[in-house]
């Protein structure tokens, strides 16, 4: 009963603090770039006002076009439940492994993509493209980095892997080195950030993401913004769990539950800010770029697996 | 009857097989009795032999019979063991629905005769039971040869068009170069005693030379027939020529006999495994698997986009074999049988999902009349039952959790990442590279798969004629919704599926993951244990289904579920067609962009004083002008020099038979003492 | 040698197998400058971390020249090169960069197993540390093939001696003190050399592209 109660109390806390991560990361930029900004509380402004709105939905649209943000919701919110956040001991977290997670994200992409086709309008099929090309690339990628990390474990399973880094005796693994660096490129791509798309333009030259969900309006976009916001958060604490894990507990004792929150929480608001930092430093590259990008990130976590591999750690 | 024993069973199978297909002679024009009645009734037998096989997969004994038929003293030696009944399983389910389906595929006064449409296609399933039950290489190659004939009767079907015929001859040459290399690799096997019966050459101690160049025959042999670079070139000619059931049959089923050929060999028959050919194994599946997708991704014919699919999936399925081998020249047992399961596993995926989307490329052939896939699209507005069909297909072959595909690559890539315990260390640090590329080559597998659903179904119709296009009739309804319910069986209950795989593995390795696969619980795969990864299917699909159903309901009780239909947005242009969709090409383009160096293109790109612009891009494999062709060439130069003993006058044909004859006599021992 | 040393010399081992592998994923000659620059400082670090634990003083003298005179002083002449001669730009590489870094991938194996038999000869020395610093070496000699400019290239060479001082230093403990000295003068003349021959190069062709000196051969 207390594992079903700590698996809900995970959920709920993903879903309310994945548009405040949106708008800290937005308010963040804001401030590097000198304004002011619209505050940390815009992103649930939004999404009440989108949800308020009628939907409106394009007359050649299939059954396939209504059903695709709900799935999409439901996946990225079924990953956020997934990934260790405050405590290791989730119910749900067996369900799915560390490979299974990023089938996940590949499920929520793939149905994301057709629905994009679904319509028939040139920007939809544009962006189906490129959001399959970043996928193809950014999938094996996120995959390798991943597989440096059950290397250390000796297991896919997510709860082991955070268990082995935050729970023994303190070690240094050089071939998380390589797979932090090929994770943030990754990161970068997946969550439409700058040097690969630009989530604050409508540029048909420039957008992936936003040439997407172009169809969609009302509740249907609400949903989608709230799962990318969801995805965002994700995949912070995918990176949380990897890298920095420390503070997750292992049981679910409520106190250290707590704490655990907090320490989310902070860690949450420094990788804001560092990608912040990040999109404010670089420009935006060439569409052409992009496969350079990641293919560098899938080869920098071949390598760290070869490092571990090499120096037997 | 029902206590006949499996095998006997099996023979029914076959028998009533070949017996319809006689019936279909003798009703040669009768279209009504051959599709309502005969492809039926095939269909209901595919039931009895996966019921049969089934029965024999689980009662756990090999049961072996001998059937006089044939030469005198050279009888047909039949046997009935775990790995051919796992295969028979496959061949049963696959044949129910395609059968099915058939009944309502095939149409009147297109090419071949019904009635000879229907013998070809029992005789094609009955030889390919025959395969996976005979025990010696006699038996075996009469059965391997008619099933490579049978099937190049079909794939010729519609013989009247120059290009078909020339798919169905470059298949039938291909085919019978790798029977000759089966047959000379049984010829090692049975190590000059004569007998070439399967339970002779188990007993044989061979020397690793021969055992290896008994397995590089092999290899070249089964490569063939299923496709194995650089021997793939008839695929995609040969199966996308076929009717579209013939087509399901050859991916879905026909190429796994040769997996199961390979199998069969290397862990069965060969009493020795070396650890280079379970790593020739992988780098030539791997490079297989690569070359297949990024060739499916830039196709324009749908049917060939999914004959490079299946390319593709013979290299993982390779891949995974060579993985197995390799831990079994270890004497890793277990680990091997976690890699052997995820090929089985593999191999019931794919014959499944292939097989349906295939038959979906049928039927929207039938309603539209278009392969291309340029000339296709929005078919799920008027063919929904077709589209939803095949979107599952397209999900399983994607890899896509929770679907059938995902379960074979999530198990493959437990095994990768179990390597670490290989005593070579040169073995260890080339494993991450290839699980690697198995990654990529999945998330490639996406991108195809949906270019094919996407252009084909979505989107807005790029022919006018296009909303003419009816649904798929009741017949051809039920036998693709019987290949979707395998495949969703296969990707949501896994541990039932191990239940099947687990025998082969135990007789093949000596281990199986039945037990411990299944050992949390029936909803919960765990390979080796729950602390090392764990995977459910059912918890991932009530998990999504919940949530959405808890979204759904929440907005509406908080909000509204108002909508309004309305013209498409597209970021405010008011004027756009369908033919502003992106092509298929256009899809593919960044593919040709980031893999240029694996084709060769010609490129016409339209200049702007044309007054009929057109822009056409050629992708051809490499492996033609590298390969196939300086081989013809040489052939031809060979033959040309043959050529020059015809010299048109009898006297002199004569005189070669009289030297021909006096070599001979000179040769013979006897004589010449 | 303690636990907790080992793993931090694997540590910097890991990272200059990184830079190495970012110097040929790097187009932009400033970046590379700043990449060799902190190479130069993992190579400080994992000495300093050797004279710690093997209490060998003249190390942390070895540590220091390197810190001024390959993390200050050479990636300022560089800098300051890089000004006069205004090529600030990306460069393009010969070959694309997925496919140099595959190459690489090659290349870490093929090194590793250099390195393994060696390694087995002698206890003290580690087979990974030593496999990357060879494998260092391979790569920088391999972003040398890959460059067109000139200035990518002397980085490339820099680069190169960088990977043998740490193979030297951490994974073999420590070399005598004299062939440590003449190896830093050796790398001073050849950048001040190079240097010179650049400004030659640039004054007769008008560019630092050395494919100009194909035009020199005869015929």
Same mark, same amino acid.
């Given at each position: 009963?207390?594992?079903l109660?700590?698996?809900?109390?995970?959920?709920?806390?993903?879903?309310l603090?994945?548009?405040?991560?949106?708008?800290?990361?937005?308010?963040?930029?804001?401030?590097l770039a000198?304004?002011?900004g619209?505050?940390i509380l815009?992103p649930?402004?939004t999404?009440?006002?989108?949800f308020?709105?009628?939907s409106?939905?394009?007359?050649?649209?299939?059954?396939?076009?209504?059903?695709?943000p709900?799935?999409?919701?439901?996946?990225m919110l079924?990953?956020?439940?997934?990934i260790?956040?405050?405590?290791?001991?989730l119910?749900?977290?067996?369900?799915a492994?560390?490979?299974?997670?990023?089938?996940?994200?590949?499920?929520?992409?793939?149905?994301?993509?057709?629905?994009?086709?679904?319509i028939?309008?040139a920007?939809?099929?544009?962006?189906?493209?490129?959001?399959?090309?970043?996928?193809?690339?950014a999938?094996?990628a996120?995959?390798?980095?991943?597989?440096?990390?059950?290397?250390i474990?000796n297991?896919?399973?997510l709860?082991?892997i955070v268990?082995?880094v935050s729970?023994?005796?303190?070690?240094?693994?050089?071939?998380?080195?390589?797979?932090?660096?090929?994770?943030?490129?990754?990161?970068?791509?997946?969550?439409?950030?700058?040097p690969?798309?630009?989530?604050?333009?409508?540029l048909?030259?420039?957008?992936?993401?936003?040439?997407?969900?172009l169809e969609?309006?009302?509740?249907?976009?609400?949903?989608?913004?709230?799962a990318?916001?969801l995805?965002?958060?994700?995949?912070?604490?995918?990176?949380i769990?990897?890298?920095?894990p420390?503070?997750?507990t292992?049981g679910?004792?409520p106190?250290?539950?707590?704490?655990?929150?907090?320490f989310?929480?902070?860690?949450?608001?420094?990788?804001?800010v560092?990608?912040?930092?990040v999109?404010?430093?670089?420009?935006k590259?060439?569409i052409?770029?992009?496969?350079?990008?990641?293919?560098?990130?899938?080869?920098?976590?071949?390598?760290g697996?070869?490092?571990?591999?090499?120096?037997?750690? | 009857?029902?206590?006949g024993?499996?095998?006997?069973w099996v023979?029914?199978?076959?028998a009533v097989?070949?017996?319809?297909?006689?019936?279909?002679?003798?009703?040669?024009?009768?279209?009504?009795?051959?599709?309502?009645?005969?492809f039926?009734?095939?269909?209901?037998?595919?039931v009895?032999?996966?019921?049969a096989s089934?029965?024999?997969?689980?009662?756990g004994t090999?049961?072996?019979?001998?059937l006089?038929?044939?030469?005198?003293q050279l009888?047909f030696?039949l046997?009935?063991?775990?790995?051919?009944?796992f295969f028979?399983?496959? =061949?049963? $389910? &696959?044949? /129910? !629905?395609i059968?099915?389906?058939s009944a309502?595929?095939f149409?009147?006064? *297109?090419?071949t005769?019904?009635?000879?449409?229907?013998?070809?296609?029992?005789?094609?399933?009955?030889s390919m039971?025959?395969?996976?039950?005979?025990?010696d290489?006699y038996?075996?190659?009469?059965a391997?040869?008619?099933?490579?004939?049978?099937?190049?009767?079909?794939?010729?079907?519609?013989?009247?068009?120059?290009k078909?015929r020339?798919a169905?001859?470059l298949y =039938?040459? $291909? &085919?019978? /170069? !790798?029977?000759i290399a089966?047959?000379?690799?049984?010829?090692?096997?049975q *190590?000059n005693t004569g007998?070439?019966t399967?339970?002779n050459?188990?007993l044989?101690?061979?020397?690793?030379?021969?055992?290896s160049?008994?397995f590089?025959?092999a290899?070249?042999?089964?490569g063939?027939?299923?496709?194995i670079?650089?021997?793939?070139?008839w695929?995609?000619?040969?199966?996308?020529?076929?009717?579209?059931?013939?087509?399901?049959?050859?991916?879905g089923?026909? $190429?796994?006999?040769?997996?199961?050929?390979?199998?069969?060999?290397?862990?069965?028959?060969?009493?020795?495994?070396i650890?280079?050919?379970?790593?020739?194994?992988l780098a030539?599946?791997?490079?297989?698997a690569?070359?297949?997708?990024?060739?499916?991704a830039v196709q324009t014919d749908?049917?060939?986009?999914?004959?490079y699919s299946?390319?593709?999936?013979?290299?993982?399925?390779f891949a995974?074999m060579?993985?197995?081998l390799?831990?079994?020249?270890?004497g890793?047992?277990?680990?091997?049988?976690?890699a052997?399961?995820a090929?089985?596993?593999?191999?019931g995926?794919?014959?499944?999902?292939?097989?349906?989307?295939?038959l979906?490329?049928?039927?929207?052939?039938?309603?539209?009349g278009?392969?291309n896939?340029?000339?296709?699209?929005?078919?799920i507005?008027?063919?929904?039952?077709?589209?939803w069909?095949a979107?599952?297909?397209v999900l399983?072959?994607?890899?896509?959790?929770?679907?059938?595909?995902?379960?074979?690559?999530?198990?493959?890539?437990?095994?990768?990442?179990?390597t670490?315990?290989?005593?070579?260390?040169?073995?260890?640090?080339?494993?991450?590279?290839?699980?690697?590329?198995?990654?990529?080559i999945?998330?490639?597998a996406?991108?195809a798969?949906?270019?094919?659903f996407?252009?084909?179904?979505?989107g807005?119709?790029?022919?006018?004629?296009?909303?003419?296009?009816?649904?798929?009739?009741?017949?051809?309804?039920?036998?693709m919704?019987?290949?979707?319910?395998s495949?969703?069986?296969?990707g949501?209950?896994?541990?039932?599926?191990?239940h099947?795989?687990?025998?082969?593995?135990?007789t093949?390795?000596?281990?199986?993951l039945a037990h411990?696969?299944?050992?949390?619980g029936?909803?919960?795969l765990?390979?080796?244990?729950l602390?090392?990864?764990?995977y459910?299917?059912?918890?991932?699909?009530?998990?999504?289904?919940?949530?959405c159903?808890?979204?759904f309901t929440v907005?509406r009780?908080?909000?509204?579920?108002?909508?309004?239909r309305?013209?498409?947005?597209?970021?405010?242009?008011?004027?756009?067609n369908?033919?502003?969709?992106?092509?298929?090409?256009?899809?593919?383009q960044?593919?040709?962009?980031?893999?240029?160096?694996?084709?060769?293109?010609?490129r016409?790109?339209?200049k702007?004083e044309?007054s009929?612009?057109e822009?056409?891009v050629?992708?051809?494999d490499k492996f033609?002008?590298?390969?196939y062709?300086?081989?013809?060439r040489?052939?031809?130069?060979v033959?040309?020099?043959?050529g020059?003993l015809?010299?048109?006058?009898?006297s002199i044909y004569?005189?070669?038979?009289?030297?021909?004859l006096?070599i001979?006599?000179?040769?013979?021992p006897?004589?010449?003492? | 040698m303690?636990?907790?040393?080992?793993?931090?010399?694997n540590?910097?081992a890991?990272?200059?197998l990184?830079?190495?592998?970012?110097?040929?994923?790097?187009?932009?000659?400033?970046?590379l400058?700043?990449i060799?620059?902190?190479?130069?400082?993992?190579?400080v670090a994992?000495?300093?971390?050797?004279?710690y634990?093997?209490?060998?003083?003249?190390?942390?003298?070895?540590?220091?020249?390197?810190?001024?005179?390959?993390?200050?002083?050479?990636?300022?002449?560089?800098?300051?090169?890089?000004?006069?001669?205004?090529?600030?730009w990306d460069?393009?590489?010969?070959?694309?960069?997925?496919?140099?870094m595959l190459?690489g991938i090659?290349?870490?194996?093929?090194?590793?197993?250099?390195a393994l038999?060696?390694?087995?000869?002698s206890?003290?020395?580690?087979?990974?540390?030593?496999?990357?610093?060879?494998?260092?070496?391979?790569?920088?000699?391999?972003?040398?093939?890959?460059?067109?400019?000139?200035i990518p290239q002397?980085?490339?060479?820099?680069?190169?001696?960088?990977?043998?001082?740490?193979?030297?230093?951490?994974?073999?403990y420590g070399?005598?003190?004299?062939v440590?000295?003449g190896?830093?003068l050796?790398?001073?003349v050849?950048?001040?050399?190079?240097?010179?021959?650049?400004?030659q190069i640039?004054?007769?062709?008008?560019?630092?592209?050395i494919s100009?000196?194909?035009n020199?051969?005869?015929?």
């Amino acid at each position: 009963m207390s594992q079903l109660l700590s698996q809900v109390f995970a959920t709920l806390s993903a879903l309310l603090l994945a548009p405040l991560l949106l708008g800290w990361v937005d308010q963040s930029r804001a401030w590097l770039a000198n304004r002011s900004g619209p505050g940390i509380l815009q992103p649930y402004r939004t999404l009440h006002k989108l949800f308020n709105k009628e939907s409106v939905m394009a007359d050649t649209a299939s059954p396939l076009f209504r059903f695709v943000p709900y799935l999409i919701f439901g996946c990225m919110l079924l990953a956020s439940a997934i990934i260790p956040t405050l405590s290791t001991d989730l119910p749900l977290a067996r369900a799915a492994d560390a490979i299974a997670l990023v089938g996940l994200f590949a499920l929520a992409r793939v149905f994301l993509a057709l629905a994009a086709m679904d319509i028939g309008t040139a920007f939809g099929t544009l962006g189906a493209r490129r959001e399959m090309l970043i996928g193809f690339l950014a999938e094996p990628a996120l995959l390798t980095v991943l597989f440096s990390s059950s290397l250390i474990a000796n297991s896919t399973a997510l709860k082991t892997i955070v268990n082995k880094v935050s729970q023994n005796e303190f070690t240094i693994y050089p071939s998380l080195v390589f797979a932090a660096m090929a994770f943030v490129l990754v990161f970068l791509a997946e969550n439409a950030r700058v040097p690969v798309d630009n989530p604050a333009t409508h540029l048909e030259l420039t957008m992936i993401h936003e040439a997407l969900i172009l169809e969609y309006s009302g509740r249907h976009l609400a949903l989608l913004e709230w799962a990318a916001a969801l995805k965002l958060f994700a995949y912070s604490t995918i990176g949380i769990a990897l890298f920095l894990p420390w503070g997750i507990t292992g049981g679910m004792d409520p106190q250290r539950v707590i704490l655990a929150l907090v320490f989310l929480i902070l860690k949450l608001a420094l990788l804001g800010v560092i990608l912040a930092l990040v999109e404010t430093l670089s420009a935006k590259l060439r569409i052409f770029r992009v496969p350079e990008f990641l293919a560098t990130a899938f080869l920098l976590g071949v390598i760290g697996m070869l490092t571990h591999i090499l120096l037997g750690s | 009857m029902l206590n006949g024993s499996p095998l006997n069973w099996v023979l029914w199978v076959i028998a009533v097989w070949i017996g319809i297909g006689f019936l279909g002679i003798v009703a040669l024009r009768r279209f009504g009795v051959v599709a309502k009645v005969f492809f039926p009734l095939g269909g209901v037998v595919g039931v009895a032999l996966a019921w049969a096989s089934a029965r024999a997969l689980t009662s756990g004994t090999a049961e072996t019979a001998t059937l006089p038929i044939g030469l005198p003293q050279l009888q047909f030696h039949l046997r009935l063991d775990q790995l051919s009944s796992f295969f028979l399983l496959i =061949l049963g $389910i &696959a044949s /129910v !629905g395609i059968s099915l389906f058939s009944a309502g595929y095939f149409r009147n006064g *297109a090419g071949t005769a019904p009635g000879l449409l229907c013998m070809e296609f029992h005789f094609f399933l009955a030889s390919m039971a025959l395969v996976l039950i005979a025990d010696d290489a006699y038996a075996f190659m009469v059965a391997w040869e008619s099933m490579a004939l049978s099937s190049y009767f079909l794939v010729t079907a519609n013989h009247k068009m120059p290009k078909i015929r020339a798919a169905g001859f470059l298949y =039938l040459l $291909i &085919a019978h /170069v !790798g029977a000759i290399a089966v047959l000379l690799s049984f010829g090692i096997l049975q *190590a000059n005693t004569g007998d070439y019966t399967f339970a002779n050459m188990r007993l044989q101690q061979i020397s690793p030379f021969w055992a290896s160049v008994a397995f590089l025959l092999a290899l070249f042999g089964f490569g063939a027939k299923a496709g194995i670079l650089p021997l793939h070139v008839w695929l995609p000619e040969a199966h996308p020529a076929a009717p579209s059931p013939v087509s399901a049959l050859m991916s879905g089923v026909m $190429i796994k006999m040769a997996i199961y050929g390979l199998l069969r060999v290397c862990f069965d028959l060969l009493h020795i495994q070396i650890w280079w050919w379970g790593v020739l194994l992988l780098a030539l599946g791997l490079g297989t698997a690569l070359f297949g997708v990024i060739f499916a991704a830039v196709q324009t014919d749908m049917k060939r986009l999914l004959a490079y699919s299946s390319i593709e999936n013979v290299g993982l399925l390779f891949a995974a074999m060579g993985l197995a081998l390799l831990f079994r020249s270890y004497g890793m047992n277990t680990l091997a049988a976690l890699a052997l399961t995820a090929c089985l596993y593999h191999v019931g995926a794919h014959a499944f999902f292939k097989s349906l989307l295939f038959l979906t490329t049928g039927s929207v052939l039938h309603a539209t009349g278009e392969r291309n896939l340029g000339k296709l699209g929005g078919l799920i507005r008027f063919m929904p039952w077709v589209a939803w069909l095949a979107l599952i297909g397209v999900l399983a072959s994607s890899g896509l959790p929770p679907f059938s595909g995902f379960v074979s690559e999530w198990l493959l890539l437990q095994s990768f990442l179990f390597t670490p315990g290989l005593p070579q260390s040169f073995l260890n640090m080339l494993i991450p590279v290839a699980a690697a590329s198995i990654a990529l080559i999945a998330a490639l597998a996406g991108y195809a798969m949906v270019k094919f659903f996407g252009v084909v179904f979505l989107g807005q119709p790029r022919e006018d004629k296009l909303s003419q296009a009816h649904d798929a009739g009741f017949l051809e309804k039920i036998g693709m919704l019987w290949l979707a319910l395998s495949c969703l069986v296969l990707g949501l209950a896994p541990n039932f599926v191990l239940h099947f795989i687990d025998p082969v593995t135990q007789t093949l390795v000596g281990k199986g993951l039945a037990h411990s696969g299944s050992a949390n619980g029936w909803w919960l795969l765990t390979p080796t244990s729950l602390e090392r990864a764990s995977y459910s299917p059912v918890y991932f699909l009530v998990g999504v289904v919940i949530t959405c159903a808890l979204i759904f309901t929440v907005v509406r009780i908080f909000y509204h579920g108002r909508m309004r239909r309305s013209v498409p947005w597209s970021g405010g242009h008011t004027w756009q067609n369908a033919r502003m969709q992106d092509t298929a090409e256009g899809y593919g383009q960044p593919i040709r962009q980031i893999f240029e160096s694996f084709f060769d293109m010609e490129r016409h790109l339209p200049k702007p004083e044309e007054s009929e612009p057109e822009y056409k891009v050629v992708v051809t494999d490499k492996f033609w002008k590298g390969i196939y062709l300086p081989i013809a060439r040489a052939t031809e130069f060979v033959s040309a020099q043959v050529g020059r003993l015809q010299q048109g006058r009898i006297s002199i044909y004569l005189l070669y038979s009289f030297l021909t004859l006096l070599i001979t006599l000179l040769l013979v021992p006897g004589v010449s003492r | 040698m303690s636990n907790i040393s080992i793993q931090l010399i694997n540590l910097f081992a890991a990272f200059l197998l990184m830079l190495a592998f970012a110097m040929l994923a790097q187009r932009r000659v400033l970046n590379l400058v700043h990449i060799y620059a902190l190479q130069g400082f993992t190579v400080v670090a994992a000495t300093s971390v050797v004279a710690y634990v093997t209490h060998q003083d003249h190390l942390y003298f070895s540590a220091v020249m390197t810190l001024v005179l390959k993390v200050f002083f050479i990636p300022w002449v560089l800098h300051r090169l890089i000004k006069r001669l205004n090529v600030r730009w990306d460069v393009e590489t010969l070959i694309n960069i997925p496919s140099t870094m595959l190459v690489g991938i090659v290349l870490v194996v093929f090194a590793f197993n250099l390195a393994l038999p060696v390694s087995r000869l002698s206890s003290s020395v580690s087979p990974g540390t030593l496999g990357i610093a060879l494998a260092c070496v391979l790569l920088s000699f391999m972003m040398m093939i890959t460059r067109s400019k000139a200035i990518p290239q002397v980085i490339g060479f820099l680069s190169m001696e960088n990977a043998l001082v740490f193979a030297a230093t951490s994974a073999t403990y420590g070399m005598p003190m004299v062939v440590e000295l003449g190896i830093a003068l050796d790398v001073l003349v050849g950048v001040f050399i190079l240097g010179l021959f650049m400004f030659q190069i640039r004054e007769q062709f008008e560019s630092l592209d050395i494919s100009h000196l194909e035009n020199l051969k005869e015929g």
